[in-house]
Structures are given as C-alpha cells and as structure tokens.
C-alpha cells in the first residue's frame, strides 16, 4: 500500500458514528447476556451463541466496564451506560473482597472465588474504570472503591526495591505492564477528578520507568525483571515488546501534557524511536503493522502481529501528532489506520482477528473481549484529537 492509497483509504475509515452505531452495540449485545452476570470473556464468532463460561476474571470485568462507561461518554443517548453499570455491580459486589481494596482474581458467577489471589494488573484496571465510570455517571461509589484500592496498593504491595509486587503471592518475575497500566490508571483518576494525589502516584510510577524500567541510552524498555529490577534471566530478560514501546509513548507524552515534565517527553522520544526503527513492518508481502516483539538489540523474535499492538502504534502517533505537531507521525496514522481496517477489523460487524501471521494470515479465530479495551480507547482517542 503506498502513501497516497493509505491517506485516500484513510479518509472513508469508520467515524464517531461507526463507533456508536456499530462497534459498541454490537459489543453490548456480545458480551452482556440477559440474566448473567459479568461479561463474556472469549467469543468464537463461528459458535456466537456458546454458552459463556462459569468463570469470570477481575480484569475483563474491569475493562469492560471501563469501555462502556467510554462508550456512554461517546453517545449519552445510547445503552452503554446499562452495560457499564452491569460490570461495575459486578466488580463491587462480587470480584471485590472485604471492602478492603481487595479484588479476586477470578470468580464465579455468584462471587464464589476460583483464584483469590490479588493481581496488581486486575487492581491497575479497576482504578482504570472506577475513574471513568465515575466520569460517566458521577456515582461517588467508583471514587470510594478507587481510594481503597490504593490503600491496598501502597500498604500491602509496596516493594522494597520500588514499585509494587505482582501480586499477593511474591510471583516472579516482576512485570513493566502493571506499573504501566497504573499511570494510565492515575492519568485517568487525575482528570476525571481534578486530584493532586493521582498525580503524584503517576509522578512515581515515570520515575520507576526512567530508573529501572527504560534504558534510556538504547531507547528500550524490558518486559520481565528479577527482585531487584535487573533483567530476567535467560531469554526473559531480553524481551521488548514494540506494542509497549508505543504504549509508554503515548503516557509519557499524556504525563508531560499534564505536569510538564520534559524528561517523560525525552523518554518517550527513546523509546518511539527504537519501536519505528525496529518493531514495524512495512514490507510489500503483509499488512503495516508492529510486531509482537523484539529484543534488546532489535532483532524480531515475533513476527506475529496481534491486535493491541496496532491500537498503540496509533495511540503513539496521535500523542506526537497533538504534543509535538509531528508531520511523519500524520502520515505513519493514516497508514496504519487503513491497514487496521484492512486486514484486522471488520468494519460491517466490529469483530476483529486477534492475531496475523507476518503474511496476514488469521492465527486466532476466537477473540478475547478483554482487546475492546484497547480498540475502543484507541479509536475514541483518535476522534478527540482530531475534534481538537
């Protein structure tokens, strides 16, 4: 696809409208089943109508009632708030343990627990819908829970080396992405209420980035780390994801619009610099898109392409596109864009395949719902740049 095919197939892509008018009710219908609680985790777009498992998980509630609450936003007019409100009663009175910032991390339906361990990503995304369900419906509950479940954080997975533990449990290794979803988490809690408090936990979260998580020098951001915050060992401690490169850009480029702060700005300069560099493919055999990973060096180690990946890259370019006025990051949308709809999304019903090949052959058929997450913010992100 060239340059002048992209931006002319750019601009008959999907709207706000199709957001409103296709992606979330289809998604609604989906994932929410009349007199069941939860969300339907997986749907298999060959057998839409199995029966959805027993088990529901903390961090799919979460996400989804952060995307309907979103979705309201978007179009007040329609049925998303239903939808939001269905998962917020779920993740308050049934994944939430003791009204003590506790969440299960996974349980029946019927609250029953299945895994009661407390996983700091399942706790970064409550934060992350409790902030915009509160901005959605004002319910002072969400803003409770959120205060609980920092209380939880900082006194009880604190570690002694920065940052949180991973869960409950002391599991190892140790992760970059739940303290990444944390800042997103505290971006989100800040702006919807105005608190110094969410910024000051964002603050601390971009100082972990900048001193055990980035190296800045290569532009790389590490995936597993050991206790003290040196890589892995083995094959671990070298994996980077392209997909998180782009993520981090986006953050850092959203934390130095709220505070200033130049150095998140030169950090997420090093970082989107390595992913252009190394982590897309832009090859004439398969679709534009990132990769699903790299290593240190920047040499490919997966050359998958799933979908979340695609989201960030445009979430990466909208943030320089709005900060920096950046002209190449225009372009790189554009294309990215088309290519999202060309080999990913289904523009008529709102499914996706979750995974290509490096040629663009579907690897997975079934698809996680947990992803509208990232579709969904990815997409509204871009109507409000370009609104702006």
């Known amino acids: 696809m060239t340059r002048e095919e992209a931006v002319e197939a750019a601009a008959g892509l999907p709207s706000k409208a199709w957001l409103r008018e296709t992606l979330i009710p289809a998604w609604i219908d989906r994932a929410v089943w009349p007199g069941r609680a939860g969300f339907v985790e997986m749907f298999d777009p060959a057998d839409p109508d199995r029966e959805p498992g027993p088990v529901k998980t903390t961090l799919v509630t979460a996400r989804l009632t952060y995307v309907f609450s979103h979705a309201h936003l978007l179009d007040p007019k329609g049925e998303a708030l239903a939808a ?3 998962g917020f009663t779920f993740l308050r009175d049934a994944c939430r343990e003791g009204g003590q910032g506790r969440f299960l991390h996974s349980v029946r339906e019927d ?5 009661a361990r407390t996983d700091l990503y399942d706790l970064a995304f409550v934060l992350f819908a409790m902030a ?27 570690h002694p080396q920065g940052g949180f533990a991973e869960d409950t449990l002391g599991t190892l290794p140790r992760r970059q992405n739940p303290h990444m979803h944390l ?3 505290f971006h989100a809690l800040a702006e919807a209420t105005g608190g110094q408090r969410w910024l000051d936990h964002a603050d601390a979260i971009v100082r972990l980035a900048r001193e055990h998580l980035v190296d800045a020098e290569a532009g790389t951001l590490g995936e597993y780390f ?18 998180h490169h782009f993520e981090w850009t986006w953050l850092l480029l959203h934390h130095w619009r709220l505070t200033g702060d130049t150095q998140a700005r030169d950090l997420a300069e090093r970082l989107y610099g390595f992913a252009i560099r190394h982590g897309i493919d832009d090859g004439p055999a398969g679709p534009l898109a990132a990769f699903d990973a790299f ?7 997966a050359a998958t392409k799933l979908l979340w990946p695609q989201t960030e890259a445009i979430k990466a370019f909208l943030a320089r596109i709005e900060c920096l006025g950046d002209a190449d990051a225009a372009v790189r949308l554009d294309r990215h864009l088309a290519s999202l709809f060309r080999w990913f999304v289904a523009p008529e019903t709102g499914l996706w395949f979750n995974q290509l090949a490096k040629d663009g052959t579907p ?7 947990r992803v509208l997450y990232h579709l969904l913010l990815a997409l509204a992100e871009w109507e409000r740049v370009r609104a702006g």
């Open 84 to 86: 939001a409100r269905h």
């Open 111 to 115: 609250g029953t627990p299945v895994d």
């Open 132 to 158: 915009w369900y509160y901005r959605a419906t004002r319910d002072e509950q969400a803003l409770a829970i959120a205060g609980e479940v920092i209380g939880f954080i900082e006194g009880e997975m604190a």
């Open 183 to 185: 800042l997103e988490a």
């Open 226 to 243: 050991t206790d003290d915050w040196h890589p892995a060992p083995g094959v671990a401690g070298t994996v980077c994801e392209p997909g």
């Open 295 to 301: 290593d240190r060096s920047g040499n490919v180690t």
């Open 363 to 369: 690897a997975q058929a079934v698809i996680p719902v």
